[in-house]
Structures are given as C-alpha cells and as structure tokens.
C-alpha cells in the first residue's frame, strides 16, 4: 500500500527547476527524496533530504517561483 501511495504522489511532482523533465521519488520506506529523470542533470542522482512522508518531499519540491525563492531553493529543500 505504501508503495502504491507514492507512486501517486509521484505524479503530484512539478517538472525539475532546473532542466524541465520529469521528475521522481527515490528512497525508500521513510527516507524519500525527489530527483530528476534526465540523466546529465544535476538533479539526476536527486537530493538526499531523506523525509519519511513523500507527501512532504513533493510540497518541497514544487515550492517554487521568483529568483528569491530559486536562491533559497536548496534551503529550503533541506530544512527538516
């Protein structure tokens, strides 16, 4: 069921910020963390903020908008 739960959350994921492909869930059971699918991205291995509910990694991942928000992006991402 869990794994069934993030394959739908998976598709609430907003394109990488930084090349525009498509994006995933990487982890597992309570250590979730988003990544990017094209490979050569810098996002591709994704970001090891390792969050137990995937739900909380997708509202992280798509924070997004203006250039202040981009430079505390990382930031932000981490912060637990």
């Not at 094209?38 to 137990?52: A, M, N, Q």
């Not at 990694?57 to 908008?65: D, E, F, L, Q």
């Not at 250039?67 to 992006?73: C, F, I």
Request: positive net charge.
């Amino acid at each position: 069921e869990l794994l069934m739960n993030c394959k739908q959350a998976e598709k609430k994921l907003l394109p990488c910020p930084f090349c525009g492909h498509k994006a995933r869930l990487k982890g597992r059971p309570k250590e979730y963390y988003p990544a990017c699918t094209k490979e050569g991205c810098l996002l591709y291995y994704g970001i090891d903020c390792s969050v137990e509910d995937p739900y909380d990694v997708i509202a992280r991942w798509n924070t997004r908008g203006g250039e202040q928000k981009k430079k505390n992006w990382f930031q932000k991402l981490f912060r637990l």
